[in-house]
């Protein structure tokens, strides 16, 4: 007898495809700053790989010309947004925008497999998509996590399907997209490789089990294949550009062995085999707890596999524990938590529609005296509670602001009386200086990174190019004291903020110009 999760066979409709995409872009719309709808996205992180990927089309390479810590890839991809547009997120919302339509697609794929929705059930996807990136790790939109999950939610939905509607191994096309996935992930963030790293366990468990070599090698070549398809043109551009040495250093041996690297370990997080299963199961409860909302959806995405059907959950079961413990067991390496960390884990979320399709239904099926008007009663309360949603998203402060409402623009308005000039965002990160004002770094040190305590470089140059009074104008946090004898206060500005905590708080810089 056949198990009820071989019903979702039915394909993504024209209709369906045109709701989800549209989701996508409703909410991503109104939630990232990096849309036609907010006068700028003030993230440092954003703004960072932004003034990376601008110097990319003006001929600087990364990490030799300019030092950021993320992988070339996502500098790379933020170099397109730039040629949309220079001056504003543009670009950045467009690919925001695409990378959550394949979320969206993908994880209504996902839930199909196990249910086969009725005429009304996709109401609830603007829901789950406000829901998903309304979290505060989503912060202001552009991250790196962003960008990357949609691609797991890819490659979980080809597990599932080949353990529900195949022999448990996934075709060899779709090895070449697992291997092309991971080889964009290994060269945006290569900490989020734990998820394939599960991945490629599983399968070589069950082909070694059922002693499948053949098919093994198969799957291997292929995935392999996508990884040099991805890393390739990366390799020959910074070869070409003599930078090699520079990309190790930058992306992997600064980012492994100094980056937050003062921090110490104790107790349990000192032991080399516990640490790595105690260190990530603490940074959940912890993101849990400030952010119950995740929280609730990772729990969710795990009690959504009863509803898999027992001829094939077993597998499910196996194939979502393995992913998921090992995607964060390298997430989460060290002792100091970065909140963001855990919104790669937002891949799995797509389980959570599978019991939020099978109420709908269940719904629809026992109101059959009223079956219109109830599921018009569903529909219209789902899209409420996602207005709802939409409005409580943190972002809604900035949203229709003028431009000069941020400190960024009016700073940029004393800076640009100054042709060409140079500046330095000193101990404080690129929050949008460098763009606004339409300039590009003067030096490789050009902003604070989290790694200059422990990679003295940075500071050494950026005081030696200070005391030769190199810049034109320093911009600072409002609460540094810049006592150089060689520039004075010029401009202070300050700049009502919610942070990713969703509190409320008073941000502000100070410029400095060269006497």
Same mark, same amino acid.
């Given at each position: 007898?056949?198990?009820?999760?071989?019903?979702?066979?039915?394909?993504?409709?024209?209709?369906?495809?045109?709701i989800l995409i549209m989701?996508?872009?409703?909410?991503?719309?109104?939630?990232?700053?990096?849309?036609?709808?907010?006068?700028?996205?003030?993230?440092?992180?954003?703004?960072?790989?932004?003034?990376?990927?601008?110097?990319?089309? /003006?001929?600087?390479?990364?990490?030799?010309?300019?030092?950021?810590?993320?992988?070339?890839?996502?500098?790379?991809?933020?170099?397109?947004?730039?040629?949309?547009?220079?001056?504003?997120?543009?670009?950045?919302?467009?690919?925001?925008?695409?990378?959550?339509?394949?979320?969206?697609?993908?994880?209504?794929?996902?839930?199909?497999?196990?249910?086969?929705?009725?005429?009304?059930?996709?109401?609830?996807?603007?829901?789950?998509?406000?829901?998903?990136?309304?979290?505060?790790?989503?912060?202001?939109?552009?991250?790196?996590?962003?960008?990357?999950?949609?691609?797991?939610?890819?490659?979980?939905?080809?597990?599932?399907?080949?353990?529900?509607?195949?022999?448990?191994?996934?075709?060899?096309?779709?090895?070449?997209?697992?291997?092309?996935?991971?080889?964009?992930?290994?060269?945006?963030?290569?900490?989020?490789?734990?998820?394939?790293?599960?991945?490629?366990?599983?399968?070589?468990?069950?082909?070694?089990?059922?002693?499948?070599?053949?098919?093994?090698?198969?799957?291997?070549?292929?995935?392999?294949?996508?990884?040099?398809?991805?890393?390739?043109?990366?390799?020959?551009?910074?070869?070409?550009?003599?930078?090699?040495?520079?990309?190790?250093?930058?992306?992997?041996?600064?980012?492994?062995?100094?980056? /937050?690297?003062?921090a110490k370990a104790h107790?349990?997080?000192?032991?080399?085999?516990?640490?790595?299963?105690?260190?990530?199961?603490?940074?959940?409860?912890?993101?849990?707890?400030?952010?119950?909302?995740?929280?609730?959806?990772?729990?969710?995405?795990?009690?959504?596999?009863?509803?898999?059907?027992?001829? /094939?959950?077993?597998?499910?079961?196996?194939?979502?524990?393995?992913?998921?413990?090992?995607?964060?067991?390298?997430?989460?390496?060290?002792?100091?938590?970065?909140?963001?960390?855990?919104?790669?884990?937002?891949?799995?979320?797509?389980?959570?529609?599978?019991?939020?399709?099978?109420?709908?239904?269940?719904?629809?099926?026992?109101s059959k005296d009223h079956?219109?008007?109830?599921?018009?009663?569903?529909?219209?309360?789902?899209?409420?509670?996602?207005?709802?949603?939409?409005?409580?998203?943190?972002?809604?402060?900035?949203?229709?602001?003028?431009?000069?409402?941020?400190?960024?623009?009016?700073?940029?308005?004393?800076?640009?009386?100054?042709?060409?000039?140079?500046?330095?965002?000193?101990?404080?990160?690129?929050?949008?200086?460098?763009?606004?004002?339409?300039?590009?770094?003067?030096?490789?040190?050009?902003?604070?990174?989290?790694?200059?305590?422990?990679?003295?470089?940075?500071?050494?140059?950026? /005081?030696?190019?200070?005391?030769?009074?190199?810049?034109?104008?320093?911009?600072?946090?409002?609460?540094?004291?810049?006592?150089?004898?060689?520039?004075?206060?010029?401009?202070?500005?300050?700049?009502?903020?919610?942070?990713?905590?969703?509190?409320?708080?008073?941000?502000?810089?100070?410029?400095?110009?060269?006497?």
């Amino acid at each position: 007898m056949q198990s009820e999760i071989l019903k979702g066979n039915s394909k993504l409709s024209r209709s369906e495809l045109v709701i989800l995409i549209m989701s996508a872009i409703v909410t991503i719309t109104f939630v990232s700053t990096s849309s036609p709808l907010y006068p700028y996205n003030p993230w440092d992180d954003a703004n960072c790989f932004f003034t990376l990927g601008r110097g990319i089309i /003006h001929g600087y390479v990364p990490y030799r010309d300019l030092y950021e810590q993320k992988g070339p890839l996502l500098y790379f991809i933020y170099a397109l947004a730039a040629l949309i547009s220079e001056k504003s997120f543009i670009g950045s919302w467009i690919v925001e925008c695409i990378s959550a339509s394949l979320f969206a697609i993908f994880s209504w794929e996902t839930a199909k497999l196990v249910v086969e929705p009725s005429k009304y059930a996709i109401a609830v996807m603007p829901l789950f998509l406000g829901i998903t990136y309304t979290l505060y790790m989503f912060n202001f939109g552009g991250n790196a996590e962003e960008i990357c999950f949609p691609l797991l939610t890819i490659a979980l939905y080809f597990g599932l399907k080949s353990i529900i509607k195949g022999d448990g191994l996934p075709s060899n096309k779709e090895a070449l997209l697992i291997g092309l996935f991971t080889g964009i992930v290994l060269w945006i963030k290569y900490t989020f490789l734990g998820f394939f790293a599960g991945f490629c366990l599983y399968i070589l468990v069950l082909t070694i089990k059922r002693k499948s070599i053949v098919k093994l090698w198969s799957l291997v070549w292929r995935f392999l294949l996508g990884i040099i398809i991805i890393s390739i043109p990366v390799l020959i551009y910074f070869a070409a550009n003599k930078a090699l040495d520079s990309l190790w250093e930058a992306y992997f041996y600064n980012n492994m062995f100094l980056y /937050h690297s003062g921090a110490k370990a104790h107790g349990l997080a000192a032991i080399p085999v516990i640490k790595n299963i105690y260190i990530p199961f603490k940074a959940t409860l912890k993101l849990s707890k400030e952010y119950p909302t995740y929280g609730i959806m990772l729990f969710l995405s795990l009690i959504s596999l009863v509803f898999i059907g027992k001829p /094939h959950r077993r597998k499910a079961v196996c194939l979502f524990l393995v992913t998921f413990a090992l995607a964060l067991s390298v997430i989460y390496t060290r002792l100091v938590l970065i909140y963001y960390y855990g919104y790669i884990m937002a891949y799995c979320f797509c389980l959570t529609l599978i019991p939020a399709i099978k109420l709908l239904n269940y719904i629809a099926k026992a109101s059959k005296d009223h079956s219109a008007f109830i599921k018009r009663l569903a529909t219209g309360g789902l899209l409420i509670t996602y207005v709802f949603t939409i409005i409580m998203c943190k972002n809604m402060y900035l949203i229709f602001k003028p431009k000069d409402y941020l400190a960024q623009y009016r700073m940029a308005a004393t800076i640009n009386q100054t042709p060409d000039a140079k500046i330095l965002t000193y101990e404080v990160m690129d929050s949008g200086f460098f763009t606004v004002a339409g300039l590009m770094p003067a030096n490789r040190f050009y902003c604070y990174l989290n790694i200059q305590n422990s990679y003295p470089a940075i500071l050494e140059e950026q /005081h030696r190019l200070i005391d030769e009074g190199y810049y034109d104008y320093i911009v600072t946090d409002y609460f540094c004291e810049g006592a150089w004898d060689n520039y004075e206060l010029i401009q202070t500005e300050t700049i009502f903020c919610v942070d990713y905590t969703g509190k409320a708080f008073l941000e502000g810089f100070k410029l400095y110009k060269r006497i």
